[in-house]
């Protein structure tokens, strides 16, 4: 009989599939490590990019900032000038006024009955203090005051009778309600 040793066949066949398993191993380490370090290039590119983005974002966050505190500078700027065109309109508009108002109450003074006094003007309010010949006078100096363009509305606070160089007369005190734009 003869007979056929296969071992060292198997043997060999087991070291073929070791080296076989070892060089898969391997290339799949490498494979995976290779996969490994590309991600990790990429996460770290990408991590870098948005870096960039970000720095290039808060400078121009930065720029926009101090434009935005240029506008309300201006902002600020064109209220003060607003203001200032409104109160020189106002001085503009009014500064005939008391020429004006001097120039009505000089014209609805009836001379020969009523001597003013004194005329003080607090906002709209006018204060008239004077003497008149009688009650009469008052009267229609009062009227007269009504009818003219300044003044929307008298009110006689008092009236007494005085003597001045042996002749009685009416001190009285007015106050009118001024209006401006007349």
């Known amino acids: 009989?003869?007979?056929?040793?296969?071992?060292?066949?198997?043997?060999?066949?087991?070291?073929?599939?070791?080296?076989?398993?070892?060089?898969?191993l391997a290339g799949t380490f490498a494979v995976f490590l290779l996969v490994?370090?590309?991600?990790?290039?990429?996460?770290?590119?990408?991590?870098?990019?948005?870096?960039?983005?970000?720095?290039d974002r808060e400078d121009r966050l930065a720029v926009l900032q101090k434009k935005i505190g240029d506008i309300e500078v201006f902002k600020q700027d064109m209220k003060d000038a607003e203001k200032k065109l409104s109160i020189i309109k106002t001085l503009e508009r009014n500064r005939l006024y008391p020429v004006r108002l001097l120039d009505e109450l000089s014209r609805v003074v009836p001379v020969e009955d009523i001597w003013l006094e004194k005329l003080s003007e607090q906002g709209t309010e006018l204060r008239i203090e004077g003497v008149a010949r009688n009650n009469i006078a008052v009267a229609l100096f009062m009227k007269n005051?009504?009818?003219?363009?300044?003044?929307?509305?008298?009110?006689?606070?008092?009236?007494?009778?005085?003597?001045?160089?042996?002749?009685?007369?009416?001190?009285?005190?007015?106050l009118c309600s001024v209006e401006r734009g007349a």
């Open 36 to 55: 490994i370090v590309s991600l990790q290039v990429y996460v770290t590119a990408a991590v870098i990019s948005l870096g960039t983005k970000v720095k």
């Open 1 to 24: 009989m003869i007979r056929i040793n296969l071992l060292p066949y198997r043997e060999t066949e087991k070291k073929a599939d070791l080296q076989r398993q070892i060089v898969i």
């Open 145 to 174: 005051l009504e009818k003219s363009g300044f003044i929307k509305s008298v009110d006689l606070t008092s009236s007494k009778q005085t003597e001045i160089s042996s002749v009685k007369v009416q001190q009285f005190i007015l």
